[in-house]
């Protein structure tokens, strides 16, 4: 997990990364009381350990807190590449445009003249 920690960086991201680091520990020192009672031969104290509902619960909070910061980060790289995609679609269109409005401009600069637009001119 401390690979990941630099990483947090949206608001918010980083209090999602400190509970779950907060939570896989505590479900960590469950999961080492455990293996220490198997490796002291009782096995079945481990057993209940393990399987008990506080161990459980302690897993589930954990599994839960890594989903939720999954779901943040699916969430926000997807807004991010909305964001990328847009404006990339506007500078394209704004690239396309520019040298239409340039030389449409131009023409219907060098096109017009008042004086064949007022009514009773020699251009009308």
Avoid: H
């Avoid at 991201?13 to 080492?32: N, P």
């Avoid at 490796?39 to 890594?66: M, R």
């Avoid at 679609?89 to 600069?109: D, F």
């Amino acid at each position: 997990m401390r690979g990941y920690e630099p990483l947090a960086s949206y608001p918010g991201e980083r209090e999602m990364y400190q509970k779950m680091q907060a939570t896989w520990a505590q479900y960590r020192q469950a999961s080492d009381r455990g293996v220490d009672l198997v490796k002291a031969g009782k096995a079945g104290d481990a057993l209940d350990l393990l399987g008990g509902d506080s161990t459980i619960a302690l897993f589930s909070s954990a599994l839960e807190a890594v989903n939720d910061d999954f779901k943040f980060n699916v969430k926000a790289g997807t807004e991010g590449a909305q964001a990328a995609t847009t404006a990339a679609t506007r500078a394209i269109w704004s690239a396309l445009a520019s040298p239409c409005s340039s030389s449409c401009s131009a023409r219907s600069s060098a096109s017009y003249s008042p004086a064949k637009s007022r009514p009773g001119s020699a251009g009308s």
